[in-house]
């Protein structure tokens, strides 16, 4: 076995996930400007629902990952609707603590209906494959490929499409969009929509190589916040070479140093990161 | 007054009231241990969860696997509430080329880390502290995957006769799907022996005496279902213990492991520095 290319491969993997939660954290942060802690508990639920359509209804992977993402895109938009909206005029403060509310209680129903067991996906793409010393399953490497391929569909869809077009303007100029008649409200319902489907999107891709849990988010909203005050708040790229960035640094890190610091090396990385730029790295000043 | 740990910490207090059922984790450890090491195994690499047992299982499976001369090829420890994916470790563990593997964590992520390690290649065996437990295991990894495992043999498995009524008991009551637990076990049964040391001592708020009647009602009769038939002067009960393995694909027969002469050479109260 190759160490060094493992871990490349390994850190390309948990990379492709890390970016796909980080860039929905991130759209929202852009547009509400609230820090979504409750992102990690959806991608937990984007998880348990395509693994109970799975197992339970039966249903088959993708069409189950796709009804995921859109019941997600469902409950991101009620969120807003019932959460975020009401506090738009209140002191920011408020969001923060309504985000940190929701992550108590998405994760007690998700305790109460699923309760606390590990699930484990029926078996689905393990083929192995062997090349050049390094050793991956089909399912890495689908879950590689559909991360790029949400990745480019989003950069289409906000550049391409009007709904995406005015995202986009939103988080240049609120005032702006709203003066242009740009309906802002409807904006931050849709973004924290597409934002929450892409954490599930990564909770229903990462599901089957990992168990699923109720406490599952948790984690992956460190990093996902880790990742996107390195790339910048609200930077789209920088979501995304963040989260290859800390996957790597995370598995080849691990590899050559020791695997009790990784987390260590991944807030060094932020802390010297913000130390030479504090906007992170594709951030604007204000 | 009941302190449910395999920690010995607890004994060591010196409050003379306390009693543990469960016995120490480095006995627990002592039977994959000896086991692995009559397989062949030499070169062991560690992962452990980062949470306090995790930390006591490494700090002892190390002390116990050198003095029987073996070495120590990787030592990783797992934060359970973090990680993300188990490639990482057992990429740089395997690299080492380990006989085998230790591992200490919660049931079904370490069925994770076999699964994992048996997709990235790894032909050895694996040897499980007790927080794995083996039938949970086996929910979440396959059969081919756990084989050449080693670890303490569930409750439900043991062949005591007053266990497998409990256990079928326990079946009829909760479904076939609830597993018994030791936890369950031991505390079913340190209630009986409270309940008849209290008889015994005639007395129910005099702790000293119904503490020393102890030793006079072991075993408890047909509620002494996991066997204790000794507590010593730390205040640690001594009952039945096997140890099991899984091979070409099965569950093994469960292998009897006398505590005696284990507890004569190291004492109930053993800890490495």
């Known amino acids: ?286 | 007054m009941h302190g449910y740990t395999d920690n010995v910490a607890v004994i060591k207090q010196g409050n003379k009231l306390v009693v543990k059922a469960p016995m120490s984790m480095a006995f627990y450890n002592s039977g994959p241990v000896d086991i692995g090491w009559q397989r062949g195994y030499r070169k062991a690499a560690l992962l452990c969860g980062s949470h306090e047992a995790g930390k006591m299982a490494e700090k002892l499976f190390l002390a116990q696997w050198k003095d029987k001369g073996g070495e120590i090829v990787e030592v990783a420890s797992i934060d359970f509430k973090s990680v993300t994916d188990f490639y990482p470790y057992l990429t740089k563990a395997l690299s080492k080329n380990p006989d085998c593997i230790y591992l200490y964590g919660p049931s079904e992520p370490s069925a994770m880390i076999v699964s994992q390690a048996r997709e990235l290649g790894f032909k050895g065996g694996f040897l499980l502290g007790s927080q794995c437990k083996m039938d949970e295991m086996a929910k979440i990894a396959p059969m081919e995957a756990l084989n050449d495992t080693v670890g303490v043999c569930p409750v439900g498995m043991m062949p005591l006769p007053l266990m497998q009524k409990y256990n079928a008991s326990h079946k009829a009551k909760f479904g076939e799907d609830a597993i018994p637990t030791s936890e369950s076990a031991f505390n079913y049964e340190v209630m009986y022996i409270f309940a008849e040391a209290m008889k015994k001592a005639g007395t129910v708020t005099d702790p000293y005496k119904i503490r020393k009647a102890i030793n006079d009602v072991l075993p408890v009769g047909d509620h002494a279902i996991r066997g204790m038939y000794k507590v010593t002067s730390e205040g640690q009960f001594i009952s039945g213990y096997f140890a099991i393995q899984i091979l070409d694909g099965k569950f093994t027969d469960p292998i009897n492991i006398d505590p005696g002469p284990w507890y004569e050479k190291y004492g109930a109260t053993w800890m490495p520095e």
């Open chain 1, 1 to 286: 076995m190759d160490l060094f290319l493992q871990q490349v491969i390994n850190g390309i993997m948990v990379g492709s996930v890390y970016s796909l939660v980080a860039l929905g954290l991130t759209i929202i942060y852009g547009i509400l400007g609230v820090p979504n802690f409750a992102h990690g508990s959806l991608y937990m639920l984007g998880a348990y629902f395509s693994f109970l359509l799975v197992t339970a209804g039966g249903v088959n992977y993708w069409l189950a990952i796709l009804i995921s993402m859109a019941a997600l895109t469902v409950i991101g938009m009620v969120i807003e609707r019932i959460v975020f909206r009401p506090l738009v005029n209140a002191p920011h403060l408020n969001s923060f603590i309504a985000a940190i509310g929701l992550i108590y209680v998405i994760d007690n129903v998700a305790l109460i209906v699923w309760g606390p067991d590990f699930k484990r996906f029926p078996p689905l793409y393990d083929q192995l494959y062997h090349f050049l010393g390094v050793t991956i399953t089909l399912h890495r490497i689908i879950i590689v490929i559909t991360a790029v391929v949400l990745i480019v569909l989003l950069e289409l869809f906000i550049k391409k499409t009007t709904i995406g077009s005015a995202i986009e303007a939103t988080a240049q100029d609120r005032v702006g969009a709203r003066l242009s008649g740009i309906n802002v409200t409807r904006v931050d319902m849709w973004t924290l929509g597409l934002g929450t489907s892409l954490a599930a999107a990564a909770g229903a891709l990462i599901g089957p190589i990992l168990l699923v849990y109720p406490a599952m988010g948790g984690a992956v909203t460190l990093k996902a916040f880790v990742i996107i005050i390195l790339g910048g708040m609200g930077s789209i790229p920088g979501a995304i070479l963040g989260g290859f960035l800390l996957g790597l640094i995370e598995s080849i890190g691990g590899a050559y140093l020791t695997t009790n610091y990784h987390e260590v090396l991944a807030f060094g990385l932020l802390v010297t990161v913000l130390a030479i730029k504090p906007t992170g790295l594709f951030g604007k000043a204000h």
